[in-house]
Each structure stands twice: as structure tokens, then as C-alpha cells.
């Protein structure tokens, strides 16, 4: 079993939609949490990124963190074309640890 | 403008020939690491340094070799050892044992075909 597990999609939505992603991990002693959104043929870049429980916001992104759950979220609110991309998930035991990373989900907003 | 930069963007190798990924960072991190992407499959390790002049194996590092004799540079190594190198691999950096700020930075990769 992995230890984080993300569903690869694709997931396909209308403009205007609200994008729900989602990430499932197993161990506990991950405290760092990230969501990265790669466009085709390029690097990944940093979404968000918090260490504790709870929501984060930043514009039409918000982080979800449930760390009794062990699972975390990620909503784009009114989507556009432009947020089409893989939007890979990644997790840290702590500041020296190595990343964990999930498969990645590819959203795909239709105008 | 502080950043990661790969060389080349596309790369072409014929079999039995071994081939060199650049990786450059002037972000002042000291850890590096090299992943392998491929579809469907997320990013997989295949070499990290924590260090100039130090460096572990990743969950797939046997084909691969690297080298950290410099704190800005990590070159990657595709050996002929490698039986499946074509592939998306991608270079990153941070900081280490910061409290804040420990994300990954990432390049924009390099298109390893073999020919």
C-alpha cells in the first residue's frame, strides 16, 4: 500500500464549477502538507501549503487538513479553463524528512 | 531572479549510451533531489543529497548516478544500466530544518526519449 494515495482522474468539470480533490495518507507522523499544480511538459509549482489542521485560504483556493482522518483537500472555487492541470499532492514527516508525494489528479475545466 | 534551472529541456539517448541531466540551483538550499515521472505513476525518488559531497539512493535509484561536489549543482547521471530511462525527471531544492518555507522547489524538468 502506498502511503499517500490520490486518485489520478481524469476529473472533468464545467467553467464556473468548484473542483474537490482529495488525498489519503497512512502515516501519522506526516505534519507538513502541500498541493502542487503541474501544467503539461512543465514542473510542478507550490499551490498551498500548511502544517497544521484546519482550512487555508488564499483567493479561489482552499487547503483542508484532518489529520484524525489522515486525509487532506483541495477546492478551486469558480474554475476556469486556466486551472486545467495535474494537481499533485505531497506531505513531510518533518523539516528533514523526504517528500511523499500522490500520483497526481488531472482536472480538466471545460469552458 | 533565484530559481532551479534543468538542461537540457529534451534529451535523446541511444541504447547503451549513458547520459547527463543538469541541475543548477542558486536558492542557497542544501538539499537537491532528482525524481522520475512518469504517467499515472507521481513522482518517484531516485536520488536526494542533504549535502555537498553527500547523497542516498532513492526508491529507484539502481541505472541512476549522481554526484554533489558543489552546494549549487546535482547532475544526474542515466546510465546504461537503466532499462526504461525515457521518462520526465525533474530536479528540486529546499531548505532544510527550517520551521517555515520547507517546500520544494522544482525545475521544469527534462524529456529523457531513448532512440
Given amino acids: 500500500q502506498k502511503e499517500v494515495e490520490q486518485d489520478p482522474g481524469p476529473l472533468s468539470v464545467p467553467e464556473g464549477a468548484i473542483v474537490s480533490l482529495n488525498c489519503t495518507y497512512s502515516n501519522s507522523a506526516f505534519q507538513y502538507f502541500m498541493w502542487y499544480r503541474q501544467y503539461s511538459r512543465k514542473g510542478p509549482e507550490l499551490l498551498m501549503y500548511t502544517y497544521s489542521s484546519g482550512n487555508k485560504e488564499d483567493g479561489r483556493f482552499t487547503a483542508q487538513v484532518d489529520k484524525s482522518s489522515k486525509y487532506i483537500s483541495l477546492f478551486i472555487r469558480d474554475s476556469q479553463p486556466s486551472d486545467s492541470a495535474t494537481y499533485l499532492c505531497a506531505m513531510l514527516t518533518d523539516s528533514w524528512g523526504k517528500f511523499q508525494f500522490g500520483a497526481g489528479t488531472q482536472v480538466v475545466v471545460t469552458p | ?115
Avoid at chain 2, 536558492?27 to 549535502?51: E, F, K, T, V
Avoid at chain 2, 561536489?69 to 521518462?87: D, G, R, Y
Fill in chain 2, 1 to 115: 531572479d533565484g530559481g532551479i534551472t534543468q538542461s537540457p529541456k529534451y534529451l535523446f539517448r541511444k541504447e547503451g549510451q549513458n547520459v547527463t541531466l543538469s541541475c543548477e540551483q542558486n536558492l542557497n538550499h542544501d538539499a537537491m533531489y532528482w525524481y522520475r515521472q512518469d504517467p499515472g505513476q507521481g513522482l518517484r525518488l531516485i536520488y536526494y543529497s542533504q549535502i555537498v559531497n553527500d547523497f542516498q539512493k532513492g526508491d529507484i535509484a539502481e541505472g541512476y548516478s549522481v554526484s554533489r561536489e558543489k552546494k549549487e549543482s546535482f547532475p544526474l547521471t542515466v546510465t546504461s544500466a537503466q532499462k526504461n530511462p525515457t521518462a520526465f525527471y525533474l530536479c528540486a531544492s529546499r531548505e532544510q530544518g527550517a520551521l517555515m518555507n520547507t517546500e520544494a522547489f522544482f525545475g521544469q524538468g527534462t524529456r529523457l526519449t531513448v532512440v
